[in-house]
């Protein structure tokens, strides 16, 4: 084990050595193996947004086993989906890829403003499909918030116990929040402060604008001059409010988008000290060879060989 992934490990003290092996299991695989960055493939897309809209301009991603051969021949850390979807594989490909069952899911046929996402699995289910981590969604800004900390409460307590890592989606959303606020970088710092409060040792956030949605928040900003012009510095601030850069924060790739703008992006988290990316639509929406070679080209990007 490099210095890199012992210091990484090292934040994590108070977590047995069965999730501290889990973390490090991540860290170790795939192409991105002992860097210490990550690149994750999600596809809870199906669930969250619908099959044809997640799918139909790749209908071969209708087949849960296509993400699993994805993830793995594209060299990703790891692959995270909920329980149906996992069910579906994890007997084929056991030990291939680490696997992130996802706990909890929102569906779009009650979009209600104030989400509250359905547990639709558990930490028993996670250890019965080999899984190295649960993941959770959290809505900070939602007035549904609180029982959303209290149950992720509860899952990470569980998961430490039984060895697994925890990751947490932190989307900032709600009736108080404006559309632009979601992203706003105050409110995208805290909402992956929040997470670290929580417990995760890995927290998943989108890409911060550089808008100031709090009103006591942006006194502080242009106080204290906090740098947030360009996205690399966002990305930092993020880092940093997240314990100082000691829990792992990757970055959401968000909808289909070109690939030049992702492979930008992907500069800017490196280059602000981010930890990686979790890539679901921008991979899995097109042919699978161009999909490989498109998260090989951001794994580069992480490792340094393409500048």
């Not at 695989?29 to 301009?57: M, N, Y």
């Not at 930008?264 to 097109?286: K, P, V």
């Amino acid at each position: 084990m490099n210095a890199r992934i012992r210091d990484i490990l090292s934040w994590y003290g108070s977590d047995s050595a069965g999730t501290r092996a889990n973390i490090a299991r991540m860290l170790h695989h795939g192409r991105l193996a002992g860097t210490g960055k990550l690149v994750i493939l999600p596809v809870d897309q199906g669930f969250e947004h619908g099959p044809a809209r997640s799918f139909a301009s790749n209908p071969l991603g209708y087949n849960p086993l296509y993400h699993f051969e994805l993830a793995i021949q594209a060299g990703c850390n790891a692959y995270a989906a909920p329980l149906g979807s996992l069910e579906a594989g994890a007997h084929h490909f056991a030990g291939q890829v680490p696997l992130i069952l996802k706990l909890n899911n929102h569906d779009v046929l009650h979009d209600e403003k104030d989400p509250l996402p359905a547990v639709t699995g558990s930490v028993e289910e996670a250890l019965r499909l080999g899984c190295s981590a649960v993941g959770f969604t959290i809505y900070p800004g939602s007035s549904h918030c609180g029982h959303m900390y209290e149950q992720l409460r509860a899952i990470a307590e569980e998961a430490k116990q039984a060895g697994l890592a925890v990751v947490v989606w932190s989307y900032p959303r709600g009736s108080e929040l404006s559309k632009e606020g979601e992203t706003a970088i105050d409110v995208v710092a805290y909402a992956a402060h929040i997470a670290a409060q929580l417990g995760a040792h890995i927290i998943k956030v989108k890409l911060p604008t550089a808008h100031l949605e709090q009103a006591a928040a942006k006194k502080v900003y242009e106080t204290e001059q906090i740098p947030i012009k360009t996205l690399p510095e966002r990305v930092k601030h993020v880092v940093q409010s997240s314990f100082d850069g000691r829990r792992i924060v990757i970055f959401s790739g968000g909808a289909k988008s070109d690939d030049k703008s992702v492979f930008e992006e992907a500069r800017a988290i490196r280059d602000g000290g981010g930890f990686g990316s979790i890539i679901g639509r921008n991979s899995f929406q097109r042919p699978k060879a161009d999909a490989i070679k498109f998260l090989q080209t951001i794994m580069g990007i992480y490792s340094g060989d393409i500048p």
